[in-house]
């Protein structure tokens, strides 16, 4: 069983910037891959950005250039620093990871952007 907690959501305006963190209760290098997901007002859950093991991170077309996943092994966290946010950011983020085969969830941070 893993436990990812998500943290570092809340309300910010266009243009803004806000961290993400993402803390795992088993070692990051046993967790492959690890990825943020958004789920917006009335809409699907989608991928933000992941991330395996000795690769490059991969992003969504709407966030690329603006949102970085990166990750603290020491740490046992991933983070995902999202700036000049726009309203259509707005949503729930979470956590998601792969051990041994199983998809792993955190329970989610809600993000709000104003325009």
């Known amino acids: 069983q893993v436990q990812l907690v998500e943290s570092g959501g809340g309300l910010v305006q266009a243009g803004g910037s806000l961290r993400l963190s993402c803390v795992a209760s088993e070692r990051l290098f046993s967790i492959n891959p690890m990825g943020w997901y958004r789920q917006a007002p009335g809409k699907q859950r989608e991928l933000v950005a992941e991330?395996?093991?000795?690769?490059?991170?991969g992003y969504a077309d709407a966030v690329k250039g603006r949102f970085t996943f990166s990750r603290d092994e020491a740490k046992n966290t991933v983070y995902l620093q999202m700036n000049s946010l726009k309203p259509e950011d707005t949503g729930v983020y979470y956590c998601n990871g792969n051990r041994y085969g199983i998809y792993y969830w955190g329970k989610g941070t809600l993000v709000t952007v104003s325009s």
């Open positions: 991330h395996s093991t000795g690769g490059t991170a």
